[in-house]
């Protein structure tokens, strides 16, 4: 049974809605590995769409595929979906990130109708200036220690390993979905540091680019706010949090969670959605 008056998944796909934007911000979906919850975006992207859509790194995870290939149907989907709204008129940039490094030998390429750059400077709608970065660089850990990072990433695996079982446990005995490595981010202290360092070195670099603001991925932490006169904004990630940032035409940012809960239940309602044709 569906709660809150939110519809199946199953009907979704029956009778498809779209949500126009003027920009689409996305990254850490990591597609080829077993944690990234392909299928939850292909969703997503069926229900939403935009002028200008950028991939902010940790699209596809080179660490990953290299320890062993997984490539199941939904990845791909993702991919096309991007393509097919590359080919009906979308702006598309991947600004690459640590996981997807191996793209950052190619600024300024074109792929499919999808450009990589390293990074950018979007202009919104009301005139500020976002610069536009992954946010790697500004890991200390990623930057100057490298087995380390791969070690925190096995670990993150095995967390997200262990989430998935408690939460079936969850879901059987009737409690909704509970996330181990969120609650660990806000509730340890080193944590808790680490996240708040990282948004003051991200801050400090759109004040460098005389930016007004900063979109940025790679810790997992979806998040729109200020740190002082700067607007900090975090897209999150595609393998727990299932987060996307849009900017609305006037400007204004919104932090959409697309989350399924009790199996077939969507998270967020399609407020001002329209009816489209199916793809």
């Keep these: 049974m569906v709660s809150n008056g939110q519809e199946p998944l199953k009907e979704l796909h029956a009778r498809p809605f779209v949500r126009h934007f003027r920009t689409l911000f996305l990254s850490d979906v ?12 292909v969703d997503f992207l ?4 935009a002028e200008k859509i950028y991939l902010v790194g940790d699209i596809v995870d080179g660490w990953r595929l290299r320890r062993s290939w997984h490539w199941p149907s939904a990845h791909n989907d993702v991919v096309q979906r991007l393509l097919s709204k590359a080919r009906k008129g979308s702006e598309i940039i991947y600004v690459p990130g640590n996981h997807d490094e191996f793209m950052r030998e190619f600024p300024g390429e074109h792929f499919g109708g999808i450009e990589v750059r390293l990074q950018d400077v979007h202009e919104t709608a009301d ?7 992954h946010g790697d660089e500004f890991d200390v850990v990623v930057r100057n220690a490298r087995i380390i990072a791969y070690l925190g990433d096995w670990a993150y695996d095995m967390a997200i390993a262990i989430n998935h079982i408690f939460n079936r446990i969850r879901t059987w005995l009737g409690f909704p979905y509970w996330s181990l ?16 360092a990282f948004e003051d070195a991200l801050v400090s670099e759109a004040k460098r680019h ?18 002082g006169a700067i607007t900090y904004v ?10 996307a940032v849009v900017e609305r035409h006037d400007g204004t940012f919104e932090l959409i969670r697309w989350t399924v809960m009790a199996g077939t239940e969507i998270g967020d309602v399609l407020q001002g959605a329209q009816p489209i044709a199916a793809e």
Excluded: P, Y
Excluded at 30 to 36: N, R, T
Excluded at 46 to 49: I, L, P, S, T, V
Excluded at 210 to 227: D, L
Excluded at 234 to 243: I, K, L, Q, R
């Design 30 to 41: 990591h597609l080829g590995s077993k944690s990234a919850q392909a299928d939850l975006l």
């Design 46 to 49: 069926k229900c939403h769409d």
């Design 127 to 133: 005139g500020r200036r976002m610069l536009i970065i």
């Design 181 to 196: 490595s969120s609650w660990a981010k806000l509730k340890v202290k080193n944590a808790v540091n680490f996240i708040g």
């Design 210 to 227: 005389n930016c007004e603001g900063v979109v940025c991925g790679h810790i997992h932490h979806a998040i729109i706010g200020t740190r």
């Design 234 to 243: 975090n897209t999150g990630d595609w393998v727990e949090s299932c987060t």
